[in-house]
Nanobody, 119 residues
């Protein structure tokens, strides 16, 4: 199973970016999917996650600015980021809880995509 993330880049404060992450491989099903971020010199933190049924959860600092969504048919999760702030600068990682044939449930991580917000 692989997670491939895309959509990072450089944007000015107040701008928007949309991240995408697609899962591929031998997959029976995907439970929760989410986005984490790791700012320079800091620990990785949860940004948002979403259940297979579409229930979303956000860290307080992004509520009202970021929206997580998913397309179950495409095994893809998105993160729409609006009103970006310099403090949103980080490497963003996608995560998925994947059920595989025989082996069962496991967590997978994408490689990360850099988001840089300039002031």
């Amino acid at each position: 199973v692989q997670l491939q993330a895309s959509g990072g880049g450089l944007v000015q404060a107040g701008g928007s970016l949309r991240l995408s992450c697609s899962a591929s491989g031998n997959i029976v099903g995907i439970n929760d999917m989410g986005w984490y971020r790791q700012p320079p010199g800091k620990q990785r933190e949860l940004v948002a996650d979403i259940t297979s049924g579409g229930v979303a959860n956000y860290v307080d600092s992004v509520k009202g600015r970021f929206t997580i969504s998913r397309d179950n048919a495409k095994n893809t999760v998105y993160l729409q980021m609006n009103s970006l702030k310099p403090e949103d600068t980080a490497v963003y990682y996608c995560n998925a809880k994947v059920t595989r044939p025989i082996l069962g449930l496991a967590h997978y991580w994408g490689k990360g995509t850099l988001v840089t917000v300039s002031s």
